[in-house]
């Protein structure tokens, strides 16, 4: 597809059970982020990937969350040992990124996680 | 990163000019202002970035004054379909562009 894509869109678990949510982005682009958006509130940055390295993973908020990108495309955001202060949609973006940069990001329509 | 204050919430009626005001007192020379939208239930939309002066696409008008310290978007003739969160964000537009949200303004347009 055109847009950020992201998979599942709804993911129900229970407290302790370990998490992936998926990322597509949109081809070519090379930045990725990730942000958690809770109820009310504004999205919160997560991490930053720049290609496959995690360029700032400063908003990830403890060693419970990880999240890769190997070949610089798709991305994975790992949460282990599920809370139900987790849930939350967890929203990915991308942009071009580097000297092609417009500050544009382009948002996918997230993965709602709901921890029971 | 230069931190926002905007209004929480605003009301408005179909066919009226919304104008929305942010505060970013200690904006950074090499910021950038941007605005997003975001419908419930979806991610945020890119609306307008801009950096001095005044900028105009098909969908709004972004407004900032010399001293860079607020901007104010301006929406002409909303509908209901505007009904939505706009947030502002500042932050510099290199190859590390990190946006951060605040809470955003929830404009709610009615009939």
């Known amino acids: 597809g055109a847009g950020v894509s992201q998979t599942p869109s709804n993911k129900v678990t229970e407290k302790g059970k370990y998490v992936e949510l998926r990322c597509d982005p949109i081809?070519?682009?090379?930045?990725l982020y990730w942000y958690r958006q809770s109820l009310g509130q504004g999205p919160e940055f997560l991490i930053y990937?720049?290609?496959?390295?995690?360029?700032?993973d400063s908003g990830l908020p403890n060693d419970r969350f990880f999240a890769v990108r190997p070949e610089g495309s798709v991305s994975t955001l790992k949460i282990q040992r599920t809370e139900r202060g987790d849930s939350a949609v967890y929203l990915c973006?991308?942009?071009?990124?580097?000297?092609?940069?417009?500050?544009?990001?382009?948002f996918g329509e997230g993965s709602r996680l709901t921890v029971l | 990163l230069a931190k926002t204050t905007q209004p929480i919430s605003m009301d408005s009626y179909e066919g009226q000019e919304v104008n929305i005001t942010c505060s970013h007192n200690?904006?950074?020379?090499?910021?950038?202002i941007t605005w997003y939208q975001q419908f419930p239930s979806q991610g945020p939309r890119f609306i307008i970035q801009?950096?001095?002066t005044k900028v105009t696409n098909e969908v709004a008008s972004l407004f900032i004054p010399a001293d860079r310290k607020s901007s104010t978007l301006s929406l002409p003739r909303v509908s209901l379909s505007d009904t939505a969160v706009y947030y502002c964000?500042?932050?510099?537009?290199?190859?590390?562009?990190?946006?951060?949200f605040g809470s955003g303004t929830r404009l709610l347009v009615r009939p």
């Open positions: 964000l500042v932050g510099a537009m290199d190859s590390s562009y990190k946006l951060i």
């Open positions: 081809s070519g682009h090379t930045a």
């Open positions: 973006a991308s942009s071009q990124g580097g000297q092609g940069n417009t500050g544009e990001l382009f």
């Open positions: 200690n904006i950074a020379t090499n910021d950038y």
């Open positions: 801009g950096y001095k």
């Open positions: 990937f720049q290609g496959t390295g995690a360029a700032d």
